[in-house]
């Protein structure tokens, strides 16, 4: 295929582990994207909350601010464009093209749903992996996004880098999924699998927070609220259903879940908090439960920090993903594949 | 999308299991591809080794021909078309546009190859769920579609109907696969897993043969051929290498393997056909062997018929596909999702 070289730009909201490991990938992949899909990217501009902003429509210096946010300086002096007096102002001053929208999770999902809303209304691709918004607003945001024809993707919402979106809609054609089930939190589920192996509640817990797993305040892992939202965002987008997060219900846990741990074992039995959506009567319902599960079930397989879905189609019967002890660097390979969805 | 209805020719080589289950799912699906993709089809020839042939270039009753075959009536007396003295002259008068490749695997390849050949180079798309053409002609074959701008897709080869090349392919953009491994032969995995509860050798594979999981003869699944052959197909589609199924190693399985799963299972380990692959120096080195795994393995987890397959990738690290107990109507399900692909 002969095509002409595209000029794109992007602009990030957010700017943490996240943003960086996309930035570096980024950079890595500038040929390949140039010779595949013939492309040259500029950034044009990042927004944080903390650490200022920069504005540059010729470009800013990817690696540059990489060095200087790993000193922890501000953006503010890479700024070389108009006055922004907050995000969305930036938002419509930033000349991109695409909006990687990599925010912090505030579970209400603002204010990235508002950034988000934001850019599509002003024509802008949106690219996130905060799953807030799009649990939230997703009826909203993807109508939108279609009335304003241009796209929106959420690949790393859940499972990070594991292609599910990609794979249940693309590669399943004609497959209507009838139930799912699987673990999508990798804090609870290192804490239930380590345990197992003798690890205390609060050594294991301590370990997630320390490895940068789960934030800083894990509450919003532990009492399920992150399994529910990442469960809300697939109901939505797969099955079609409108489940909202609260609607979802949980079983949160906490230190004193060593008994019930030990009480499967002996039983030759695994707990794990399993998210499981199916469909009754029209509609579709969303649990987030600790289930004891037979040995050989493939979700009491999954320890440490590995996540596992499992779809029961009308064609396929049962299917399983399975992500392997993710990092950031999955994240970040998330919006990279979303971006070559865009392109092509 | 408004779309004008396109009309499209399917022909048939092999009207078994896997043809009739095919032709069962695209009657049901008749209504569905005619909404979402435009196109009304008829089958205008099948083929088969022995049972006769019939072409109708108006279309063929297939409902009428599926209850026939179920009463084992010859094919013949629903011909009305050319003579044809042979399945090449098949494939040349058969008035196709897609040609599906369901005969019966010999090892050699043939004479699928020989049909996929024929038919490729008279401008038909060829589908098939034929391991063995695929393992042994990757490249003749892929390089004869190119050059006459038609596809040639295999989805069904390998793990039935589990989107392996379509996820690996179009889910996993600027992905490159460093190594693999998986179990990919039901028959030996349901007795090594069988023997585990205490079944005898025989036992197990009395049980396959008779629920028609093996082949009649199921030396090629206990000698690692099976696997063999699928892996070459996965190294040469999605690594690149170019390595024939007499190229790799193998591991039989015979009656006397009980001892060795009780060995396993004393070290709280367990015995699995693994078959795998990885690159070194420049080439891709495939082996099928029996392997002590950890319980924790995810291949340790996988039990019965179901099939598994990791891939380690320098974007996504680990990342698995589970197929649960698939039966027939999954290899039928990668004919059609090959023909989605096929007409988007």
Redesign the interface.
């Known amino acids: 295929m002969d095509q002409e070289t595209r000029q794109i730009n992007f602009a990030f909201i957010g700017f943490g582990r996240v943003g960086r490991a996309f930035a570096r990938l980024l950079v890595e ?1 500038k040929k ?1 994207l140039l010779k ?1 899909h013939a492309i040259e990217w500029k950034i044009t501009g990042i927004a944080t909350k903390d650490h200022g902003m920069a504005i540059d429509h010729d470009g800013l210096p990817t690696r540059k601010i990489l060095a200087s946010r790993r000193r922890g300086s501000s953006l503010d002096r890479f700024h070389n464009g108009p006055e922004c007096a907050s995000h969305l102002d930036f938002i419509r001053q930033c000349g991109a093209d695409v909006l990687f929208e990599m925010s912090v999770l505030d579970l209400s999902g603002e204010p990235a749903a508002t950034h988000i809303r934001e850019a599509l209304g002003a024509g802008l691709n949106v690219i996130t992996s905060n799953k807030g918004p799009v649990a939230t607003h997703y009826a909203q945001l993807t109508r939108l996004a279609r009335l304003r024809d241009v796209r929106f993707l959420y690949e790393g919402t859940v499972m990070d ?3 599910v979106f ?2 249940l809609r ?6 209507r999924i009838l139930s799912l089930r699987g673990i999508f939190n990798s804090t609870t589920n290192y804490i239930l699998s380590q345990m197992e192996q003798g690890t205390t509640f609060e050594a294991a817990l301590e370990y997630v927070k320390t490895a940068g797993v789960s934030e800083a305040d894990p509450s919003h892992d532990l009492d399920g609220w992150d399994s529910a939202i990442k469960l809300s965002v697939l109901i939505q987008a797969v099955m079609g259903g409108r489940v909202k997060p609260e609607e979802i219900e949980r079983s949160p846990i906490s230190s004193d879940i060593g008994r019930a741990v030990r009480a499967a074992l002996r039983r030759d039995r695994r707990l794990r908090l399993v998210a499981r959506a199916y469909r009754q009567g029209g509609k579709v319902i969303g649990k987030v439960e600790l289930q004891e599960l037979e040995v ?1 079930d ?1 979700l ?2 999954i ?1 440490g920090l590995s996540n596992i879905l ?1 779809v029961n189609t009308d ?13 950031v ?2 994240t970040a ?1 998330a919006l ?2 979303d971006l ?2 865009l392109l092509r």
């Open positions: 992949r390949w595949t880098g594991a292609p990609n794979l693309n590669s399943l054609p004609g497959t050989f493939p009491a397989a320890r499992v064609t396929m019967r049962e299917l399983a993903i399975v992500e392997n002890n993710p990092s660097d999955q390979y990279f594949a070559i969805s």
